[in-house]
């Protein structure tokens, strides 16, 4: 196990390692801005990966509605145990609304697309392909809802989909296998050479991002710290237990069992503070998660993928 545990580290999060430190000395010692950077992954890096990824996925049918099926009953599992944990800990309405963020929404993208590809290889990304989109999808629309039922606005929710290139990217993709068309040879080269960059700059985003959550301090009060280890517990212990009894239950098997398992049991999403600070659902909370979470899973997902095997 120990033999397993230090291979995966070594082959799979050393070199994962890399643009994550790289980017928390930068951050640290030349503190520097990463929201254009941000924007140049969101609307350029993650399209291009998700569009070239899509057209040439082999994934079937079969495995596409299992990922659906999987996701939305995860959601829906994960939701309720993060309610029931609220209700029995008497938290108030904005811890709630904190936790149900951490435990639903996961960094799938930024750290889980490279962390599948290393440990996984083409096949697992393939795979992983169809969970990160719906995971966007969900985000941006139920994500709203969680983190503020009393301004919840379905029709801006729906929109702020169509403002995500990823999506038009998805559909192109879908239509061109859909026609089997086929692209130039120098348009692919130029697709891969963008989707290319994309895991080392996302990772970059990451360690940047890192030391920006460690950076703030903050009192926190009884039902703050209540909310975080309620958080913990979900991300580490609780989503990974459930996931794995659902994989199971739906009878999901091989590759596509390894990866909904590693996705769904990634740390808490870094968009879940954005949301929880645009609508007031604990932020402090919710950031603190983000940085345990993301510590901790440089311990545990290496265990988890070795003893996947």
């Not at 291979?7 to 050393?14: A, D, G, I, R, S």
């Not at 399209?47 to 079937?60: C, H, K, M, Q, V």
């Not at 050479?193 to 009060?221: C, E």
């Not at 879940?272 to 600070?277: C, D, K, N, S, T």
Request: hydrophobic residues 55%.
């Amino acid at each position: 196990m120990l033999q397993t545990f230090v291979t995966t580290v070594y082959q799979v999060f050393l070199p994962i390692s890399l643009p994550v430190i790289g980017g928390a000395l930068i951050k640290h010692f030349k503190p520097i801005d990463t929201k254009p950077i941000s924007t140049l992954s969101l609307y350029l890096l993650s399209p291009a990966l998700i569009f070239e990824t899509l057209i040439g996925a082999d994934i079937s049918y079969g495995e596409i509605t299992d990922t659906v099926l999987f996701t939305v009953l995860n959601m829906l599992l994960l939701w309720g145990i993060a309610v029931g944990i609220g209700k029995a800990w008497s938290l108030p309405a904005a811890e709630q609304s904190g936790l149900t963020l951490t435990a639903l929404f996961t960094n799938c993208v930024n750290y889980g697309l490279p962390l599948v590809l290393l440990a996984f290889g083409q096949a697992g990304l393939d795979k992983a392909s169809v969970y990160v989109i719906l995971q966007i999808i969900i985000v941006n629309t139920l994500g709203v809802y969680f983190a503020a039922r009393s301004q919840f606005s379905v029709k801006q929710a729906a929109l702020s989909i169509f403002k995500l290139p990823s999506i038009y990217a998805a559909v192109l993709a879908v239509i061109c296998r859909t026609a089997h068309v086929e692209l130039p040879q120098e348009l692919n080269q130029g697709i891969s050479m963008i989707s290319s960059a994309y895991s080392s700059v996302a990772l970059f985003i990451l360690g940047a991002q890192m030391v920006s959550v460690r950076s703030g301090k903050t009192a926190y009060t009884a039902a703050m710290n209540k909310a975080f280890y309620a958080g913990l517990a979900m991300r580490l212990v609780i989503s990974p237990v459930a996931s794995a009894l659902l994989l199971y239950l739906l009878g999901i098997q091989g590759v596509l069992f390894n990866v909904m398992l590693v996705l769904s049991s990634m740390p808490a999403a870094v968009n879940a503070v954005i949301l929880a600070e645009q609508f007031d659902a604990a932020p402090k909370v919710v950031t603190r998660c983000i940085l345990w979470t993301t510590l901790a899973s440089f311990v545990l997902l290496p265990l988890m993928i070795g003893w996947l095997g």
